[in-house]
Nanobody, 124 residues
Framework: QVQLVESGGGLVQTGGSLRLSCAASGLTFSRYIMGWFRQAPGKEREFVGAILNGGRTYYSNPVEGRFTISRDNPKNTAYLQMNSLKPEDTAVYYC??????????????????WGQGTQVTVSS
């Protein structure tokens, strides 16, 4: 039984901040790449960022410099710190876990497990 549970979403004003958490259970957390994706209405699910086993992070261009991904392996938790939020950041945000074996962690298809998502809404 693998479970990923996101929390921390909500409604914020433009320029505000939110911190999303992803609590994982049922897997050996340190062996997995942890990724964040988002999906807005009428759009494809898109890569936000990922953190690899060794701590290296990757971000998509729209969030680079504003979002920060981290992980706390003893707590089996990954985080997405979102600063300087914009209305275009409004989406359902998903946490995902990918086996690190032979994978990069930048594509939806690479991920084995997904959370249910948490809504982030940024008002104008």
């Amino acid at each position: 039984q693998v479970q990923l549970v996101e929390s921390g979403g909500g409604l914020v004003q433009t320029g505000g901040s939110l911190r999303l958490s992803c609590a994982a259970s049922g897997l050996t957390f340190s062996r997995y790449i942890m990724g964040w994706f988002r999906q807005a209405p009428g759009k494809e699910r898109e890569f936000v960022g990922a953190i690899l086993n060794g701590g290296r992070t990757y971000y998509s261009n729209p969030v680079e410099g504003r979002f920060t991904i981290s992980r706390d392996n003893p707590k089996n938790t990954a985080y997405l710190q979102m600063n300087s939020l914009k209305p275009e950041d409004t989406a359902v945000y998903y946490c995902a876990a990918a086996s690190s074996l032979g994978r990069i962690g930048l594509a939806v298809r690479e991920y084995d497990y997904w959370g249910q998502g948490t809504q982030v809404t940024v008002s104008s």
